[in-house]
């Protein structure tokens, strides 16, 4: 039996990668920085909490990240831990860059100190990449960061490659565009935008407040690329891999989608709140995967219309 450590094992993708691991044999840890206060509510939700085994981990601090891994010894490791709002980094940028950065580096250090050979997953980003001017970005575009999540992800993403190639390890990165599903918190705008629409349909007279919505994003269905981070880590050697479905639609069509699921015209209910706007932003998201369907044998199943669908479904039956 294989053992997998998910660090940020209470996140959206951290229980649904918990999951697949389960349903696959192995044994499970995840890590929180206090797992006695945690709730561990996707856990939970997903029906598998009793069947992941928790552990406290600091990821800013070494001593701690260290004491874990020699106590569980783990076959695999997945770092999906950190700060993970693109808005939120505007307020917080020290926190974001040192809970993402520091922290995938303590890993990796730790890795290598104990020279064991554990195999390791970082969450990258397509954040990472900026604007490109609405090409498809794959793993040869540069990296053009314009948030400071996009910059810490980017740190990180540099800190897997160095390590990999500097000490052998085996590491990998998946810079992944977004993907979504039920378990998002309400502050990531899919799930905003999903349960203010439920609200609106069932009587509750309120606007859904909006920055921006002419930008554009390669959207996903959460469940599928947890899949992709663990094929990555089945092949023979460490690689980079874009995940996306290759699709790109603006957050207006998102709405529109959400909106009409509920017989509802989106215009007569959204407003645009300037308050909102990001001091930066990326106009168009767009992810190339042919790498990871030729190497992985990866492919999305689930476009924008099927993960609105899928949200909508989730949160009306709640």
Not at 98 to 126: D, H, K, Q
Not at 180 to 201: N, W
Not at 202 to 215: D, H, T, V, Y
Request: hydrophobic residues 40%.
């Amino acid at each position: 039996m294989k053992k997998a450590l998910i660090c940020g094992v209470s996140g959206q993708d951290g229980a649904y990668l918990a999951q697949l691991l389960v349903s696959k044999g192995y044994e499970v840890y995840g890590t929180a920085r206090d797992a006695q206060m945690s709730t561990f509510y996707n856990l939970e939700k997903l029906g598998i909490r009793s069947q992941v085994n928790v552990e406290s981990m600091a990821l800013n601090d070494f001593r701690s990240v260290l004491q874990t891994l020699v106590r569980i010894k783990p076959d695999e490791l997945y770092n999906l831990a950190g700060q993970s709002s693109v808005g939120l980094s505007f307020d917080q940028p020290v926190e974001t860059l040192e809970s993402i950065s520091v922290g995938t580096l303590n890993i990796l250090e730790a890795i290598r100190f104990l020279n064991t050979p554990i195999r390791f997953y970082n969450a990258g980003s397509s954040e990472s990449f900026g604007d490109t001017g609405g090409a498809a970005a794959d793993e040869t575009t540069p990296f053009r960061p314009r948030s400071p999540y996009a910059v810490a992800k980017a740190t990180a993403f540099w800190e897997v490659a160095n390590y990999r190639e500097a000490y052998g390890l085996f590491a990998c990165s998946g810079i992944l565009f977004n993907h979504e599903s039920p378990l998002r918190p309400e502050r990531f705008v899919t799930r905003k935008i999903v349960s203010a629409a439920c609200r609106i349909a069932a009587g509750r007279g309120e606007k859904l407040n909006l920055g921006n919505i002419s930008i554009c994003r390669d959207w996903g269905w959460a469940p599928e690329y947890v899949d992709a981070m663990w094929r990555m880590l089945q092949k023979e050697t460490p690689d980079d891999f874009v995940i996306a479905t290759g699709e790109t639609h603006s957050l207006e069509e998102f709405v529109a989608e959400t909106f009409r699921c509920v017989g509802l015209d989106w215009r007569e209910h959204v407003v645009t709140d300037p308050s909102l706007l990001r001091p930066t932003d990326i106009a168009v998201g767009k992810g190339n995967p042919a790498k990871a369907f030729k190497e992985l044998d990866w492919r999305a199943k689930y476009a924008m219309k099927d993960v609105v669908q899928m949200m909508m479904d989730s949160e009306l039956q709640s």
